[in-house]
T-cell receptor
């Protein structure tokens, strides 16, 4: 596709439910990132893949958060037993390569609301 | 520790005037990349401009320029001839290598810019 695609665009979950957020990066992009953005804040790093390898997951807030990218393209961020504090916009971004100068291309995000 | 600091939560500028959005960063790595992104109210993040740590000249992209002062660890964004469509959140970001050999981009808290007609 032309850009990074995320689905669903909006997700409402009851507290305790599991959710899965999908990211389809730009074709050929090696690096894929997940960020969490609270209202009025900057994106907070969650995890990073280079191809199918998860090179950094230091930003995942708890073991309820899990991300995968099994074939080096589409990625899924899963949140188990959602809590109200998980409510945020989840942004996915991809970049062509892993260097210092490769800008991130973002999807439109998934707005998660936990009730 | 805060690695990207944007000290201006909100800024106002008159249409057609220039505005500077401040950004300071902290890293001990000599190699890094600095970026600015724009996020309009619609929510998408738009890449604006890039500056490499070894670049000798300040980066420019159309009406955007980056005032890079390496010794002060400062990377301010200058927008010339502001337009109403420039009203948005602006994020400064830094990309550096992680301990696992990958690259991570971290963001500041952002500055909300309001352009007045």
């Amino acid at each position: 596709g032309a850009g990074v695609s995320q689905s669903p665009r909006y997700k409402v979950a009851k507290r305790g439910q599991d959710v899965a957020l999908r990211c389809d990066p730009i074709s050929g992009h090696v690096s894929l990132f997940w960020y969490q953005q609270a209202l009025g804040q900057g994106p907070e790093f969650l995890t990073y893949f280079q191809n199918e390898a998860q090179l950094d997951k230091s930003g995942l807030p708890s073991d309820r958060f899990f991300a995968e990218r099994p074939e080096g393209s589409v990625s899924t961020l899963k949140i188990q037993r959602t809590q109200q504090e998980d409510s945020a916009v989840y942004l996915c971004a991809s970049s062509l390569q892993g260097g210092y100068n490769s800008p991130l291309h973002f999807g439109n995000g998934t707005r998660l609301t936990v009730t | 520790a805060q690695k990207i600091t944007q000290t201006q939560p909100g800024m106002f500028v008159q249409e057609k005037e220039a505005v500077t959005l401040d950004c300071t960063y902290d890293t001990s790595d000599p190699s890094y990349g600095l970026f600015w992104y724009k996020q309009p109210s619609s929510g998408e993040m738009i890449f604006l401009i890039y500056q490499g740590s070894y670049d000798q000249q300040n980066a420019t992209e159309g009406r955007y320029s980056l005032n890079f002062q390496k010794a002060r660890k400062s990377a301010n964004l200058v927008i010339s001839a502001s337009q109403l469509g420039d009203s948005a959140m602006y994020f400064c970001a830094m990309r550096e290598v992680t301990g696992t050999g990958g690259f991570k981009t971290i963001f500041g808290a952002g500055t909300r810019l309001f352009v007045k007609a």
